[in-house]
């Protein structure tokens, strides 16, 4: 049974969309029974294009990819969620989203990150970004070294805490 991730960030157009793609480029090539999906609580409707550049600049495929609202994780046929991270930056007193869903409740962690798109400057920002990318797609490697299909919901809460203070 797929393991579906949902990851959230208020505009849903940097780190999320980063995450997600690292994710599922992970996830395929490991061998992995896990999706990721990303959403925004207020979504740009825009992925920032700093975000598919560094993906596709590690060979992610960005096909697809689009900000949107988390409200397509709420609906009966949405996919059962198993995990929900937030990746938006609280220390910079940015409002993380609180995802309620529907059906059983996830898991949830918070891996903040700040946000690559403030930083001044086309190299600057190209580097922040890279520099994100890479941090989260470090954490999905974690994540997915887990036994994911046989954890229980306070063990895998457990683990993706550990994860968080890595």
């Not at 937030?86 to 409002?95: F, I, L």
């Not at 403030?118 to 190209?126: F, M, S, Y």
């Not at 922040?128 to 070294?145: N, P, S, V």
Request: charged residues 15%; proline residues 7%.
């Amino acid at each position: 049974m797929t393991t579906h991730v949902l990851i959230l960030c208020t505009h849903n157009s940097a780190r999320s969309v980063l995450a997600e793609g690292m994710l599922n480029h992970w996830a395929r090539k490991l061998g992995r029974d896990v999706r990721g999906h990303s959403a925004g609580s207020a979504p740009s409707g825009q992925v920032n294009p700093f975000a598919l550049e560094a993906l596709q600049n590690a060979g992610v495929d960005t096909t697809g990819m689009r900000s949107k609202s988390w409200d397509e994780f709420t609906t009966p046929d949405a996919p059962p969620l198993s995990i929900v991270i937030t990746v938006c930056d609280s220390a910079a007193t940015e409002a993380c989203p609180v995802f309620f869903g529907a059906g059983t409740p996830p898991a949830k962690v918070h891996w903040g990150y700040p946000d690559p798109s403030v930083v001044k400057g086309d190299a600057a920002k190209r580097r922040a970004f890279e520099l994100t990318r890479q941090a989260l797609a470090y954490r999905m490697l974690q994540l997915l070294q887990l036994p994911l299909a046989t954890m229980n919901k306070p063990h895998l809460q457990q683990a993706l805490l550990q994860i968080a203070q890595s």
